[in-house]
């Protein structure tokens, strides 16, 4: 019995291996629909939820860069890059197989279409973006990230913690000089973000974050959802810059609670 | 009427079976769960049980940690008791064909899941470690205790989370009839114990040293391992039993892990000044000279998810 079972496993992973292959970048199933280079079997909600009937490819211009397997999963690493696309306005982040899909969004402003970031993941799962272009086209790219899981549904060290919340929305920040005669500014804000699916923890975390320069221009506006991770660090990618001025960061969580710090050289 | 079989034909079940067979030779070797475990004689009475380089897994059952003995005149003292309960019961099988005389102490050197997961092997008031070790047994054990089974399978059946009863302090101490020095150390974990035999000039180091695979860092203080490894390197030891690769006869696997920590610390903090993001950070090259260490890739990678974030928070609230 044991043994029947066991050829049924091995038979079973050498037709998913098969159809993995047939299945490469560019393949389109019988419906004319892009065929999911990942292989989630979540693709097609993803799908149907994000994107409905808009214009959709996968494209190898968005990059997704995350550790193959993921040691902490509360605070999984993730970097989503899009400047190789002329014209993206939006960037929709999401992990197929966590409870809440959606991780965050994020506009380029002046900034470069890129984004650093952490996320809560409950499985293993695909960590993808997808960018709509000025057209309403959507590309999409992503990565598979294996992990223990439980990351969505245990309570944040900070709800335990009194301490932590009294530095509720603290932006520590700073910036550094890139190589391409830029900036990168890194910043962390201290903040739970609970998701609500840990038991007696109500959903709270921070629903917008905005950076401007001096002159009041947009650099960067992200949208997070309850899969970033507690305290969240950002990092973002400026061009050179023509005005010497500091960096304002504003932004609040679903709680009204507002975020406001300016990052000085 | 032709009566030979058809080659092909016969050939053709002959083919299947091969190549399942070749499919799952893990499996059919696992099948006896025999960790297939060979004390060898490093000092006069001292025995090690030296595992593999490599991560847990369902193929080594979680045998990748050195374990020990050390046989005195009137009792045996083991030194970390494996991953798992069939590895601590073949550990006592081992040194019953080794000597009659009874186990009156298991220490537990740290409390990772693969230095006391035999404990059940053991009787209860012979189970022995420092109190933070203790603590982390009780505390943190049964969740080490679940991803074990995830990793190592059906090699973990019936391993359960038993605690030491006694505690252990540094100093020296007669036990079994033999004279044993006790040092009370930390950095790897919140407490690491190292056991010196002054008889033999042995030192079990626990995991302060790791010798040719890559250091852990789940719960590394790295500035206080680095004081440890000063302590152990002053000790006069004649053989060395790293927590985790081949057994040494001089200083070079605790000049080698303190390599280790001295390049990741510098990397840690250098990448957080310079404002990397962490994807960044677990792209870096590692240098050459870690090239022949198992797992420097995958124990880097770990060790920038375990400390990088208070790197780059200590450089982000510097100003």
Known sequence: ?265 | MNVRANPARAALPALLLAVLLAAFPLAARAAGFDYRLAPRAVADGVWVLTGLTEDFSRDNGGNIVNTGFIVGDSGVVVIDSGPSRRYGEQLAAAIARVTPLPVVLVINTHHHPDHFLGNQAFAPATLAALPATRHGIETEGPMFNSNMYRLNGDWMRDTEVAAPTRTLAAGPVEVGGRTLEFLALEGHTGADLAVFDRRTGTLFAGDLVFNARAPTTPHADIARWQASLDALAALPFKVLVPGHGPVAHDGAPIAQTRTWLDWLDRALREGAAAGLDMTEMLALPLPAVFERMALAKTEFERSVSHLYPAAERASLEEQ
């Open chain 1, 1 to 265: 019995m044991r043994f029947a079972t066991t050829i049924a496993a091995a038979l079973l992973a050498w037709l998913l291996a098969a159809s993995a292959v047939a299945a490469g970048a560019g393949e389109r199933d019988p419906a004319g629909q892009a065929l999911d280079p990942l292989d989630s079997a979540r693709w097609a909600d993803m799908r149907r939820e994000f994107f409905g009937d808009a214009p959709l490819s996968f494209d190898a211009r968005v990059r997704v860069s995350a550790p193959h397997t993921a040691e902490n999963p509360l605070d999984v690493p993730a970097h989503v890059d899009v400047s190789a696309l002329a014209g993206v306005e939006e960037v929709l982040v999401f992990a197929d197989f966590n409870p809440i899909p959606k991780v965050l969004v994020f506009r380029p402003g002046r900034a470069r279409a890129s984004l650093g970031f952490r996320l809560k993941l409950q499985q293993s799962s695909p960590v993808r973006a997808a960018a709509r272009t000025a057209d309403g086209h959507w590309h999409v790219g992503g990565t598979w990230v294996t992990t223990t899981g439980g990351g969505c549904t245990l309570p944040s060290t900070g709800s335990g913690s009194p301490e932590w919340q009294s530095r509720l929305n603290e932006v520590s920040a700073r910036l550094f000089p890139r190589v391409d005669g830029g900036e990168r500014v890194r910043l962390r804000i201290i903040h739970p973000m609970d998701t609500g699916l840990a038991p007696g923890i109500p959903v709270f975390h921070i629903d917008e974050l905005a950076l401007a320069d001096a002159g009041g221009r947009a650099l960067m506006h992200i949208a997070p959802f309850e899969p970033v991770a507690e305290n969240p660090v950002f990092t973002v990618d400026l061009p050179p810059r023509a005005d010497a001025g500091a960096i304002r960061v504003s932004g609040h969580d679903n709680n009204g609670n507002r975020i406001a710090a300016e990052v000085a050289r």
